[in-house]
């Protein structure tokens, strides 16, 4: 079965950075978009970015473009997410998922891991 685990988060202050990491399996990785999507506190899942399979071809939210970063080793069957200039807003519980919508939809995606948590506060 499709399984997705995430790393990297952390509680870090406004303006700072993290990389967050996602490890795939049960599905042939190289062939699949990927995004992130985050929810926070009483919200529902907000899209951040997507990348295509072969990782040349990236779309962001509005929110995150121009801070944020994905990327990808299909080598590794890993997916990435570089976070500069972070703010209070971007805290959430960020999930990578083996799918290329953007904006709407995420509600109807079966596979979520468990997450990780960023937390972006002085």
């Known amino acids: 079965e499709v399984q997705l685990v995430e790393s990297g988060g952390g509680l870090v202050q406004p303006g700072g950075s993290l990389r967050l990491s996602c490890a795939a399996s049960?599905?042939?990785?190289?062939?699949?978009?990927m995004s992130w999507v985050r929810r926070a506190p009483g919200k529902g899942f907000e899209w951040v970015s997507t990348?295509?399979?072969?990782?040349?071809?990236?779309s962001y939210a509005d929110s995150v473009k121009g801070r944020f970063t994905i990327s990808r080793d299909n080598a590794k069957n890993t997916l990435y997410l570089q976070m500069h200039s972070l703010k209070p807003e971007d805290t959430a519980v960020y999930y990578c998922?083996?799918?290329?919508?953007?904006?709407?939809?995420?509600?109807?995606?079966?596979?979520w891991g468990q997450g990780t948590q960023v937390t972006v506060s002085s």
């Open positions: 998922a083996n799918r290329g919508w953007e904006t709407t939809g995420w509600e109807d995606f079966g596979s």
């Open positions: 049960g599905f042939m990785f190289s062939t699949y978009a």
């Open positions: 990348v295509n399979s072969g990782g040349g071809s990236t």
